[in-house]
């Protein structure tokens, strides 16, 4: 059973760290969970802009991190998740191969909210590349099948 901590914020997202969906937090998200929190800031002049801040949740709330520490855990459960299904995760696309042979994939929530995450050679187990050319599309899960996995 996945535990879930109470989470306060107007306009904050998490991510899911088995599905990668995607949900607005009413109340709180499971531990383990990317959240982004989108906060309004208005300076003194007319104009105002959101600031986005990241986090974590751990058992004892949300752990504020940075960006690039939230691709890389994201990176890494991508992979398993490729592991587990056999598919690509939602979201994501082939944003670039590097020379050094890492993959860059784009990780795309909204038009405002994206990743770039990095697939190491170390973490595909191979050629990344190669991983990522032999993959199924994503699929959602059948719900009806989601519940009935749980029963069993």
């Keep these: 059973m996945v535990?879930?901590?109470?989470?306060?914020?107007?306009?904050?997202?998490?991510?899911?760290?088995?599905?990668?969906?995607?949900r607005r937090i009413k109340h709180g998200a499971p531990i383990f969970s990317i959240v982004i929190v989108k906060t309004r800031k208005d300076p003194k002049e007319k104009i105002s802009?959101?600031?986005?801040?990241?986090?974590?949740?751990?058992?004892?709330?949300?752990?504020?991190?940075n960006k690039k520490t939230a691709s890389e855990i994201l990176s890494n459960r991508a992979i398993d998740y490729i592991h587990r299904t056999g598919q690509w995760p939602p979201c994501m696309s082939i944003k670039r191969v590097l020379k050094s042979g890492i993959v860059e994939l784009s990780f795309t929530l909204s038009k405002h909210d994206a990743f770039t995450l990095r697939i190491t050679a170390d973490m595909a187990e191979g050629n990344p590349l190669d991983l990522f050319l032999g993959l199924k599309q994503y699929e959602k899960p059948d719900v009806s099948q989601k519940v009935l996995e749980q029963i069993a």
């Design 3 to 22: 535990k879930w901590i109470r989470i306060e914020h107007d306009w904050a997202f998490w991510v899911d760290s088995e599905s990668f969906d995607f």
């Design 49 to 65: 802009y959101v600031k986005t801040t990241y986090g974590i949740v751990s058992r004892f709330g949300l752990v504020r991190i």
